[in-house]
Nanobody, 115 residues
Framework: VQLQASGGGLVQAGGSLRLSCAAS????????MAWHRHTPGEQRELVAI???????HYADSVKGRFTISRDNEKNMVFLQMDSLKPEDSAVYYC??????????WGQGTQLTVSS
């Protein structure tokens, strides 16, 4: 499975941005999907996860500001990010959770939030 993330960029604090991740293959609709982020010197953080049925869960740090969604017809997962803060700046990765240990990761997209 190949994942292609896009949508990162530079935004001012308080602004919004939407990340997209396109997946190849029919396994998408049978897999949970997640967004992670990584800042240099820090551990990769799970930001949000969405089940095959569309049930989302969020890290406390983004709850109420970020929304994860998926389109099983288009094999895509999205991360709508609102009320952005400088501490949200990171490289964001999408992840397909296969359930059998061979998860797939996208290449990452950079988000920079200026204060």
């Amino acid at each position: 499975v190949q994942l292609q993330a896009s949508g990162g960029g530079l935004v001012q604090a308080g602004g919004s941005l939407r990340l997209s991740c396109a997946a190849s293959g029919s396994i998408f609709r049978h897999s949970a999907m997640a967004w992670h982020r990584h800042t240099p010197g820090e551990q990769r953080e799970l930001v949000a996860i969405i089940s095959t049925g569309g049930i989302p869960h969020y890290a406390d740090s983004v709850k109420g500001r970020f929304t994860i969604s998926r389109d099983n017809e288009k094999n895509m997962v999205f991360l709508q990010m609102d009320s952005l803060k400088p501490e949200d700046s990171a490289v964001y990765y999408c992840r397909l959770i296969s359930g059998v240990g061979d998860d797939s990761w996208g290449q990452g997209t950079q988000l920079t939030v200026s204060s």
